[in-house]
């Protein structure tokens, strides 16, 4: 099922050339990555344990410095132009949702009742307004997720960063936080980056799929999901998701086996 709009043309919000990372020892965990990200762009990055994603994404962050190459953002990179989700929802245990979500405003010297709608907000797109007074240990590990994500996006942030958010979850979190991530995509507009060693997950959620190989890390291959959204979860039985994922498990395979 093609989509049948004109295509609208999107700017590059950000580009990675010749990017080459080093870590002690002379561990090359990326050599000669490019890559172009555009702006409402879904990009899962896609690959075996070993092969560089998640060091991709922390370089993108600014976690990580670059051994040699450049990561240039078009117009600029603000303080607020970037979200990130880590594995682990990383919440402070004594601190309740609310101040948990506050966090990003509270390290740019914003007081809590000057971002109250903001977080209040975010609250609301994640369904968890009226769990703001809980602390953490009294959430599930899909609630904890969907906090760790409202955080993130009480910016209202550019670019959003996930590092296999729900791969500790169980399958039926899973899938119902996929959907809820994509109806977000769909209210805040941002662009995501996403991590997954999930075939599935990665063709439910992305319209551009990038396969990495390791030893050293590197892209070996990209697949467009040239399939409409909203997506719903009678995509996941449609003839057109079991040939997407027939598609980006060959280029996985091919990944597994290439070893320089």
């Known amino acids: 099922m093609m989509n049948s709009a004109t295509v609208v043309q999107r700017n590059e919000l950000l580009r990675m050339s010749h990017i080459e990372k080093k870590f002690r020892g002379d561990i090359v965990a990326l050599r000669n990555l490019n890559l172009s990200i555009k702006e409402g762009d879904f990009l899962s990055l896609l690959g075996p344990s070993g092969c560089g994603k998640s060091t991709a994404l922390r370089l993108i962050a600014g976690l990580l410095s670059p051994t040699s190459g450049t990561i240039d953002w078009q117009g600029g990179k603000g303080d607020d132009d970037l979200g990130v989700v880590f594995q682990e929802p990383t919440l402070m245990p004594w601190a309740r949702v609310k101040d948990n979500v506050w966090l990003p405003f509270r390290l740019r010297g914003k007081s809590f009742a000057s971002v109250n709608g903001e977080i209040m907000q975010a609250l609301q797109l994640v369904g968890l307004e009226d769990f703001q007074n809980a602390f953490p240990r009294e959430l599930s590990g899909g609630m904890k997720m969907r906090v760790s994500i409202a955080r993130a996006l009480v910016t209202r942030p550019r670019l959003l960063l996930m590092d ?97």
């Open 164 to 260: 296999e958010p729900f791969a500790a979850l169980d399958e039926i979190t899973r899938h119902r936080l996929n959907e809820d991530l994509l109806a977000l995509r769909q209210a805040i507009g941002c662009t995501i980056i996403f991590v997954t060693h999930s075939v599935f997950e990665s063709v439910f959620l992305s319209d551009r799929i990038v396969v990495m190989a390791a030893r050293p890390g590197r892209i070996i291959g990209e697949l467009n999901v040239d399939v409409p959204y909203p997506r719903s979860e009678a995509f996941r039985t449609s003839p057109e998701y079991a040939s997407a994922a027939s598609a980006a498990s060959k280029i996985l395979e091919q990944a597994m086996g290439e070893v320089i």
